[in-house]
């Protein structure tokens, strides 16, 4: 592949990521390339990894970290709130709020507790939080897809 691509090529990686969702079908540099006008789309520094590569339902995905939704509160002007935290059929819930100008939305984190203690149920609670955030900030950011 060129290290410049044709408006041809583009319009085709484009259609084989969003029609197939599977990004393994793509070469290296066209997965790099992929990375990098996601990250220019929505305004993240790709040099942060704010996004990596995982397989869900067998296919090779983007999933936004951490790093990615807390960008994103910043460059959108996103507020957080905890609404509710609690535990619900040995499962520990965090629904967040996310408002951004007049939008509002919520979502959940949920994380099973089972028979966890000390550290690793301390770690399970924080999961949850973050797991919520996360989810909120990337529907209200209309970035659903990547969660």
Known sequence: MSAVMTKESGTQLLERVVIGG?????????????????????????????????????KLTLYARRDATDQLRSLKNVSIEIKSREVVE?????????????????????????????????????????KAKRRVTLSICGLGLLD
Request: proline share 5%; net charge neutral; charged share 20%.
């Open 22 to 58: 599977d990004l393994s079908k793509l070469s290296n540099p066209e997965r790099l390339q992929y990375y990098s006008q996601v990250c220019q789309s929505v305004g993240l520094n790709p040099l942060t990894r704010p996004f990596e590569y995982i397989t869900l339902n067998g």
């Open 90 to 130: 040995g499962c520990y819930v965090v629904t967040a709020k996310a408002s951004m100008g007049p939008r509002q939305d919520e979502s959940i984190g949920a994380v099973i507790l089972g028979d966890l203690k000390g550290e690793a149920r301390a770690n399970a609670i924080m999961k949850a939080e973050t």
